[in-house]
């Protein structure tokens, strides 16, 4: 499970058709819909979301995941993404998560 930050703030009614995932579970906030608890779209190799901000460099698995599937579509399922350092990356989405943790306290 990976947990992921972001920031979204709408009033619209997202729900997602028969054949289209959800790209998120909502851990706090509304999400899509405000009913069903979960955030975004993922269909084939198209991921959506509502959040704003830093959403990519604050979830460096994510951004990973991302660049993965891109370059693997273009050279190939053996691609393997090299690892780099997500120390920073890592502390924000941590200094985010603590803030969220405390504002539920």
């Avoid at 955030?39 to 990519?56: D, M, P, Q, V």
């Avoid at 780099?84 to 941590?94: P, Q």
């Avoid at 998560?97 to 539920?104: A, F, G, I, R, S």
Wanted: aromatic share 12%.
């Amino acid at each position: 499970v990976v947990k992921a930050v972001g920031f979204e703030n709408h009033s619209g009614r997202t729900y997602l058709g028969p054949s289209v995932k959800p790209f998120m579970k909502v851990i706090r906030g509304a999400g899509n819909n405000g009913e069903d608890g979960y955030e975004g779209a993922h269909y084939k190799n198209t991921f959506c979301t509502y959040s704003h901000g830093s959403f990519l460099p604050k979830n460096p698995l994510i951004t990973d995941m991302f660049l993965s599937l891109a370059l693997k579509n273009k050279y190939g399922d053996s691609y393997e993404l090299p690892t780099l350092s997500t120390k920073y990356e890592d502390i924000a989405k941590e200094q985010a998560l603590l803030y969220l943790d405390t504002e539920q306290a």
